[in-house]
């Protein structure tokens, strides 16, 4: 079932040079040879408020950019399910571990690759993640990520970008 609630998402994400790799328990992998990209991507659970938009998680590879340190270039992407409050804190908390991000707007990011490499590997031996902030009136929200199968998405993304990149 959790599978089938990737489909919106993947729907509404443009990407039309986008190649899928695979589902893999609540995560998906593609790749974008037009870029050339590859991403883990994946929805949080249902929330208990309205939300202003539709979240994800995705870990990027780009093989010709270097966004992030080898050998994996990855970045850590959240899109968020509530506007930002200016200044807002943003806290991920993961496998005992708290990191603090950096964002604007709907969109919140690791500040650099050693945040990038400690949230990845963290992800691989923890059940879920949470992502926690202010919305733009005051509220505090969360978008809770299940990593069942984010393993395997994040190194079917990798492998991907590394033969075709």
Request: charged share 15%.
């Amino acid at each position: 079932m959790r599978r089938l609630a990737l489909i919106p998402l993947l729907i509404a994400t443009p990407a039309p040079a986008r190649d899928a790799l695979g589902v893999f328990g609540t995560w998906a992998a593609f790749r974008d040879s037009a870029i050339p990209r590859c991403y883990a991507i994946a929805m949080p659970l249902p929330g208990t408020t309205r939300r202003d938009t539709q979240p994800y998680a995705a870990i990027g590879t780009w093989p010709r950019r270097p966004v992030r340190a080898p050998p994996l270039r990855a970045q850590v992407h959240f899109h968020l399910s509530h506007r930002l409050a200016p200044a807002s804190l943003i806290t991920l908390s993961l496998a005992g571990q708290h990191h603090r991000l950096i964002g604007a707007g709907l969109d919140a990011w690791a500040p650099d690759p050693r945040m990038d490499a400690a949230i990845t590997a963290a992800m691989r031996s923890a059940e879920t993640m949470t992502l926690s902030a202010r919305d733009t009136t005051g509220h505090p929200f969360t978008d809770t990520y299940p990593l069942p199968g984010a393993a395997t998405a994040m190194d079917a993304a990798a492998l991907a970008c590394a033969s075709k990149g």
